[in-house]
């Protein structure tokens, strides 16, 4: 099956950066389409910005110019770069990623979650 590896969480001060990775590995033919989402502890999961395998990314109105999304095709990995967090950003970060495992088949999968927590 396909895997989705997270890494990047961790503790930050308020007004700080980080960066999330998720890496997919396992037998990919085609990835589709990615996407983060963010649950914080008293909330439900949410969509962050959504990328598809074109670039095309929307952002919501809580992040916007604040998170970025990339994506590396070549190494199946994409990226979520935070600026100006905020305590408020606080959640678990997820990976999401719809998956074609050959030309005719397509799954999505999540990836485990990376803590973010942000201090003021």
């Known amino acids: 099956q396909v895997q989705l590896v997270e890494s990047g969480g961790g503790s930050v001060q308020a007004g700080g950066p980080l960066r999330l990775s998720c890496a997919a590995s396992?037998?990919?033919?085609?990835?589709?389409?990615m996407a983060w989402y963010r649950q914080g502890h008293t909330k439900p999961r949410e969509l962050v910005p959504p990328?598809?395998?074109?670039?095309?990314?929307n952002y919501s109105d809580s992040v916007k110019g604040r998170f970025t999304i990339s994506r590396d095709n070549h190494k199946k990995t994409i990226y979520l770069q935070m600026n100006s967090l905020k305590p408020e950003d606080t959640a678990v970060f997820y990976c999401r990623a719809w998956v074609a495992l050959n030309r005719g088949t397509t799954s999505n999968y999540w990836g485990q979650g990376t803590q973010v927590t942000v201090s003021s």
């Open positions: 396992g037998n990919i033919f085609r990835i589709e389409d």
């Open positions: 990328i598809t395998r074109s670039g095309s990314a």
